[in-house]
């Protein structure tokens, strides 16, 4: 396991002391996981990944090695709810909704 993180550092940890979280090509969505695993008390940033040629190969967001089970559930349910409502959102164009229903009485 990686070292615990010093709390009186305020949350500064060496770039050697972290692991890949996950791999993106956005970094918009980057920059989002990374503020929503702050928000969660989970150091992270976001490093530009260069590949032997020099070229970008993505974007990694990393954590400390002690936090990445929880950083992996912390990001999977970010998803789930981002796609709940993309779902939800969705389904709301194709409602044909009838405004007269309401003032009818039963």
Not at 36 to 52: C, E, S, Y
Not at 71 to 98: K, N, P, T
């Amino acid at each position: 396991m990686g070292k615990p993180i010093d709390k009186n550092k305020k949350g500064q940890v060496k770039l050697k002391d972290l692991v890949v979280l996950t791999l993106l090509n956005d970094l918009d969505q980057a920059r989002e996981y990374e503020t929503h695993l702050r928000l969660n008390d989970i150091p992270a940033i976001v490093k530009t990944q260069v590949g032997p040629d020099g070229e970008d190969t993505g974007i990694a967001i990393m954590v400390p090695e002690d936090c990445l089970d929880e950083a992996h559930v912390v990001i999977e349910s970010q998803d789930a709810y981002d796609d709940f409502y993309d779902y939800a959102l969705e389904d709301e164009d194709e409602i044909d909704f009838d405004p007269d229903y309401l003032d009818e009485e039963f």
